[in-house]
């Protein structure tokens, strides 16, 4: 059987629009991964403590400096909710949204420089611990459970 020019460029091109289709991300599930995870980060912001009353306390202090359109800090979101479940009591935990002009200072207080920015205090609000990114979880454990023994 002879194929023809045509034939071949037709059975490639076949080939690569079949393999598009194959590979294409599933859009809807990465949409419904982003709404829960922005609904999640929202929940965890409206469930911390103001920034003003964790600093007049003497508990040590969790920060994470967000935004809602950082898609980094909604895939941890349920990390960072779940990690306030088990050290809220001993830890404070506070969210700053960096678009909020009223945070203004505290973001060059902290030197925040990207989104999300997990920033750790004592008990006497000294920084003992910041990083920025996506952090795994349990790192970020091993250096809360410290912290809640304080």
Not at 60 to 75: G, L
Request: include cysteine; glycine fraction near 6%.
């Amino acid at each position: 059987m002879k194929i023809s020019g045509y034939g071949i460029i037709g059975i490639i091109i076949s080939l690569i629009a079949g393999t598009i289709l194959v590979t294409q991300p599933d859009v809807s599930a990465q949409s419904a991964i982003s709404i829960t995870g922005l609904a999640t980060l929202q929940q965890t912001a409206q469930d911390s403590l103001p920034y003003s009353v964790a600093m007049a306390d003497g508990k040590p202090t969790f920060i994470e400096f967000y935004a809602n359109w950082c898609t980094t800090c909604q895939s941890i979101a349920p990390i960072i909710s779940q990690l306030h479940q088990n050290y809220g009591d001993a830890i404070n935990f506070v969210m700053v949204n960096i678009d909020d002009p009223q945070y203004t200072k505290i973001l060059e207080q902290y030197q925040v420089t990207g989104v999300p920015q997990i920033t750790l205090l004592d008990n006497h609000h000294q920084v003992t611990w910041s990083e920025v990114g996506k952090i795994p979880a349990t790192i970020l454990k091993s250096v809360l459970t410290p912290l809640s023994s304080t």
